[in-house]
C-alpha cells in the first residue's frame, strides 16, 4: 500500500483559506485514486472529495461542493484539498486516503489512510 502523510491543518478564522497536502510514498501514487475525509468529535468519519488516478474527473460532497477543491500533482507524488470559505462547521481531523480503486475512496473503504491534521474554524 501507499504511505499518506498530510499537513497544512491549522487554526484559523471563518471566511479563511486553507490547504491541506498529502505526501504520498511506498508505491507508484498514479497508480491510485486518492480522496480526502474528516471527523468531527463524536461523529462519523464523512467523505468529502476524490479524484481519480490521473486528475481528469474529481467528485464532492454536497457540504463542500463549490467551497473545496482536490488536486493531485502525481510528478511530486503530492494531493491537495484547498479549503475556501471556511465554516466553524468545518471543524475536524481531516484525512487524505488512496485506493487503487475509485469506488472504495466513494463508499469510504480505501486500503490507506494518511494519519490526520487538525483543522480548526473558529467564529
Known amino acids: 500500500q501507499v504511505q499518506l502523510v498530510e499537513s497544512g491543518g491549522g487554526l484559523v478564522q471563518a471566511g479563511d483559506s486553507l490547504r491541506l497536502s498529502c505526501a504520498a510514498s511506498?508505491?507508484?501514487?498514479?497508480?491510485?485514486?486518492m480522496g480526502w475525509f474528516r471527523q468531527a468529535p463524536g461523529k462519523e468519519r464523512e467523505f468529502l472529495a476524490a479524484i481519480i488516478r490521473g486528475g481528469g474527473s474529481t467528485r464532492y460532497a454536497d457540504s463542500v461542493k463549490g467551497r473545496f477543491t482536490i488536486s493531485r500533482d502525481n510528478t511530486r507524488n503530492m494531493g491537495y484539498l484547498q479549503m475556501n470559505n471556511l465554516k466553524p462547521e468545518d471543524t475536524a481531523v481531516y484525512y487524505c486516503a488512496a485506493d487503487q480503486s475509485f469506488h472504495n475512496i466513494l463508499i469510504i473503504n480505501p486500503g490507506s489512510w494518511g494519519q490526520g491534521t487538525q483543522v480548526t474554524v473558529s467564529s
Open positions: 511506498g508505491r507508484t501514487f498514479s497508480s491510485y485514486a
